[in-house]
């Protein structure tokens, strides 16, 4: 009887492991619900988030809080509750979103990248149901001012969970929140060229109850992306985002 040499054992796992692997990576390629990819504006320029149903539910923390950088605003003291307008810094999420440059959608293995043209900024959407690679502590695949996103598809519509915010960032150009709150997105095609992002916000220290927003993009042709530097625009004392 031939003795396999431990090695060869060791050796016949890890082929197992690598092989199982491949085919959950390869699963994780295909398309789990319609393409998205493609270069996208929004149909209406805003710098506010409003809600579907009335005026933003505020609880009475987070009225203060907004009615403080309303104070802030007229100072011109930016840096006291907006650091994208002072700092550059990323502008998160939802409001990333409400940018009027165009931003371009990628889907590789189950994972969907947005690139913006405002400042070449990325965020990741993971919907390969697959656990982080190299990742004990679970942070996901984009930083914080941005959250961690998960997603996955009911049937047409990519469902994505947002989580671990800054609380440095803003709704839009006044609305706070939390580092505890948690942003949902219901992303899906209306027509082959209308993208529709129902965005529903739900933080209670400042929120008195969960409420939706919903913004559209139109499909723009394909195009690659000029460099744009906001430090540029910022020491131009020119409009930082969203560009006028």
């Known amino acids: 009887m ?3 040499h ?43 988030l409003k809600p579907v149903d009335g005026p933003i539910p505020f609880t009475a923390q987070g009225r203060k809080q907004y009615e403080e ?12 509750y907006d650091i ?14 409400l940018t009027p440059e165009r931003f371009k959608i990628w889907q590789r293995f189950g994972v969907l990248t947005f690139d913006f043209e405002w400042n070449r900024a990325l965020r990741q959407i993971d919907a390969s149901g697959l656990p982080p690679v190299g990742d004990p502590l679970g942070m996901g695949l984009i930083p914080k001012m941005t959250g961690i996103s998960k997603g996955h598809w009911e049937g047409d519509t990519l469902v994505a969970e947002t989580t671990n915010f800054s609380d440095r960032t803003l709704l839009d150009d006044l609305v706070p929140h939390t580092a505890d709150m948690k942003v949902t997105e219901h992303l899906r095609l209306v027509s ?3 993208l529709e992002d129902r965005i529903t916000i739900d933080d209670p220290a400042y929120f008195a109850r969960p409420w939706d927003a919903v913004v559209a993009y139109k499909r723009q042709p394909d195009a690659l992306f000029p460099e744009d530097v906001c430090l540029d625009r910022h020491d131009a004392h020119r409009p930082v985002f969203p560009p006028q």
Not at 10 to 30: E, F, T
Not at 84 to 97: D, E, I, V
């Open 2 to 4: 031939t003795k396999t």
């Open 69 to 80: 950088n309303k104070r802030l605003q007229a100072k011109r003291a930016y840096d006291d």
């Open 192 to 194: 082959p060229d209308t």
């Open 6 to 48: 431990p090695r060869h054992g060791i050796g016949a796992i890890l082929a197992g492991a690598l092989m199982a692997a491949g085919i959950a990576a390869s699963a994780a390629a295909a398309p789990a619900g319609p393409n998205l990819e493609g270069v996208w504006k929004i149909v209406t320029p805003t710098t506010t």
């Open 84 to 97: 994208t307008l002072s700092r550059c810094n990323s502008p998160g999420t939802p409001r990333l979103m």
